[in-house]
């Protein structure tokens, strides 16, 4: 799963974000460029649902890998 952040999102947001991933038990791996923050989602996020990680201050989009069949 990849979470890409607002561009405008603050500090606070981004801990914010990284907690909630801890909290589920998910490891991440963090891209920062130039104008956005890209956290990698490392676990079991088949059945995790999306919605509340969306609706969390600084997200900007939310994807999911799919499965390999």
Do not use: C, W
């Amino acid at each position: 799963m990849l979470i890409v952040m607002k561009k405008k999102a603050s500090e606070s947001e981004l801990q914010a974000v990284k907690q909630y991933l801890v909290d589920l038990d998910f490891d991440f791996h963090q891209s920062t460029g130039a104008n956005r923050i890209i956290l990698g989602v490392i676990g079991d996020t088949v059945t995790f649902d999306l919605t509340r990680l969306k609706a969390l201050a600084g997200v900007h989009e939310v994807f999911k890998i799919p499965e390999e069949e």
